[in-house]
Structures are given as structure tokens and as C-alpha cells.
């Protein structure tokens, strides 16, 4: 960010953010480039996205998104994922970057997760499962997490359900390709809308993957 415009506008905001862009942008269209992408990541949501929007409206350049420094794993996911997330249901942003403290394959998949939630992208699980509550007589959450590790691996556009109990279970199940609906130390396991078999607790994460292997 150019001096002169800190001291214009007193700092980093949108509007210092965008003018900084533009004069950027003439530099390299007076020398008749304009094979380019912009980008004005910030660490704080509200200016990144109000830079962003503000630049889609004065240019018609592809823009490299993202929250810079976001944090780790966790807190640098859900900022990543509202910041990035407000600008790709507007329809700005080509490209993506998730900004993490952490191992680079964590940011490339919470990038796919995010496009994935807003259905921009189909690649991988698309794992549902419930918070739990007083219905569930299972460990579900375990069986929750052991069966998103193992499908973090698969490429197959597949949508997968977990789900604690049989009354608000088997709806979601069934909507899946596979899913789970627990009853007590048990569960249904579904695929395509239809039960295929009832199990018992240890066995579900295995008979829903040889399920999940035949689709
Ligand atoms: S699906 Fe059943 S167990 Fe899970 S939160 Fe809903 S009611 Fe509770």
C-alpha cells in the first residue's frame, strides 16, 4: 500500500485498497498487458470483501481470492471459508487461496470443501452427519470422525450420511448414496433410498465402506 494513500485515507480500507489496484492495473495496460489477475487479500473480512466487491465493479479482470494470515487449522478455516464464501456466492473470484498455519494439503482441501459447500465443485465426500443429542445410543461421534479419515482419500462425487438415531435418521440416509441411521448399539445402512442391511455398532464403518466400494 502506496504512503500517499495510507495518508489519504488514513489507513487501510477498501477504498485506499482499490485505488492502489487500479493504479497497478494502468501501469501494466499503459505497457497494453493485460493477461492478468488480481488480487486484494487482507486478513480482515469485512475489508477484503467490501476491496473485492468494490473492485468488480470498476474492472473485469479475473480475481485470485482469499483471506491472507488467516490462523490455524481451525479459525483459518472458517474465516477462509466466510470470507471467501460471501464473495463466491456473489459470483466474484476465478481462483482460491485458503491462507493456513498448517500442513499446505489441509488448505487445499478446506479450498475444495468450500466450493463443495456452495456447490461450485463435486469432487470427493460429501459426508453428512448429525451433532448428536439425548436419541443417540451409539458412538457417533467416532464413527462420524473414523468414517470422514477414511474417505478423505476417495475422489468419487459421493454423498455419504451418518446419522445417530431412527427417527430423524433414516430421512437423511436415505437422500444419500450410502448412509447410517444408528438405533441402539445397531444401525441401518442404506444406499440408493433402500435398506440393504441392519448391523451392529462394531461393524457399521466396515459394511458402510464395502458399500460405499461397490457404488
Ligand atoms: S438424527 Fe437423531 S440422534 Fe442425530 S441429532 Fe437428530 S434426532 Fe438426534
Do not use: W
Amino acid at each position: 500500500m502506496e504512503k500517499s494513500l495510507l495518508t489519504k485515507y488514513g489507513g487501510v480500507t477498501p477504498a485506499a485498497m482499490v485505488e492502489s489496484a487500479m493504479g497497478h492495473i494502468h501501469i501494466l495496460e499503459d505497457l497494453n498487458y493485460t493477461d492478468l489477475k488480481v488480487s486484494l487479500k487482507a486478513s480482515s473480512i469485512p475489508l477484503m470483501v467490501e476491496a473485492y466487491r468494490s473492485l468488480a465493479r470498476k474492472v473485469d479482470y479475473p480475481f485470485h481470492i482469499g483471506v491472507t494470515e488467516a490462523g490455524t487449522l481451525a479459525t483459518g478455516t472458517v474465516k477462509s471459508a466466510v470470507g471467501i464464501g460471501i464473495l463466491l456466492s456473489e459470483g466474484i473470484g476465478d481462483t482460491v487461496r485458503v491462507s493456513l498455519t498448517g500442513h499446505p494439503l489441509h488448505e487445499v482441501r478446506v479450498a475444495y470443501d468450500i466450493l463443495k459447500a456452495l456447490g461450485l465443485r463435486r469432487r470427493g465426500v460429501d459426508l453428512i452427519s448429525c451433532p448428536t443429542c439425548g436419541r443417540t445410543q451409539v458412538d457417533l461421534i467416532k464413527l462420524a470422525e473414523e468414517t470422514e479419515a477414511r474417505l478423505k482419500v476417495l475422489d468419487k462425487p459421493v454423498k455419504v450420511a451418518v446419522m445417530g438415531c431412527v427417527v430423524n435418521g433414516p430421512g437423511e440416509a436415505r437422500e444419500a448414496d450410502v448412509g447410517i441411521a444408528c438405533g441402539k448399539g445397531e444401525g441401518l445402512i442404506f444406499k440408493k433410498g433402500v435398506v440393504v442391511r441392519k448391523v451392529p455398532e462394531e461393524k457399521l464403518l466396515e459394511e458402510l465402506m464395502k458399500e460405499i466400494e461397490t457404488l
